[in-house]
Nanobody
Framework: QVQLVESGGGLVQPGGSLRLSCAASKNIFSINAMGWYRQAPGKERELLAIISRSGTTNYVDSVKGRFTISRDKAKNMMYLQMNSLKPEDTAVYYC??????????WGQGTQVTVSS
C-alpha cells in the first residue's frame, strides 16, 4: 500500500506561482509512474503531468511550458511547480502513484484557487 499526502495549495493571483508537494510512504523512485491530476467543479479529473520511474516526463498541452513535475530523492517527494497560473487552473490537485505490483493510489487532494 502507498499513502500519498499533497500540500502546497492555496490562493494565488493570476500570473502567480505555486509549488505543490506530494509525500509518499514508499520510495517514489521505485514506483513505476507518478502523476499530478486536477479536478475542477463540475468537471472530470484530468491528467496534467506524469513522471516515470526512469524520470521521463510528459505533460498535457494545457500546462506544457507552465508546469514542471519533478522528484527529490533525499526528501522522497514529488513536486508540481506551477507558473503563470490562470483562473482556469482553479481546481483540487491530486497526486497519483501507479505501480504494477502495488496498484494505484491517490492522495486526498489540495485546493488551488487562482483569483484576483
Amino acid at each position: 500500500q502507498v499513502q500519498l499526502v499533497e500540500s502546497g495549495g492555496g490562493l494565488v493571483q493570476p500570473g502567480g506561482s505555486l509549488r505543490l508537494s506530494c509525500a509518499a510512504s514508499k520510495n517514489i523512485f521505485s514506483i513505476n509512474a507518478m502523476g499530478w491530476y486536477r479536478q475542477a467543479p463540475g468537471k472530470e479529473r484530468e491528467l496534467l503531468a506524469i513522471i516515470s520511474r526512469s524520470g521521463t516526463t510528459n505533460y498535457v498541452d494545457s500546462v506544457k511550458g507552465r508546469f514542471t513535475i519533478s522528484r527529490d530523492k533525499a526528501k522522497n517527494m514529488m513536486y508540481l511547480q506551477m507558473n503563470s497560473l490562470k483562473p482556469e487552473d482553479t481546481a483540487v490537485y491530486y497526486c497519483k502513484a501507479n505501480d504494477y505490483a502495488l496498484g494505484v493510489y491517490w492522495g486526498q487532494g489540495t485546493q488551488v484557487t487562482v483569483s484576483s
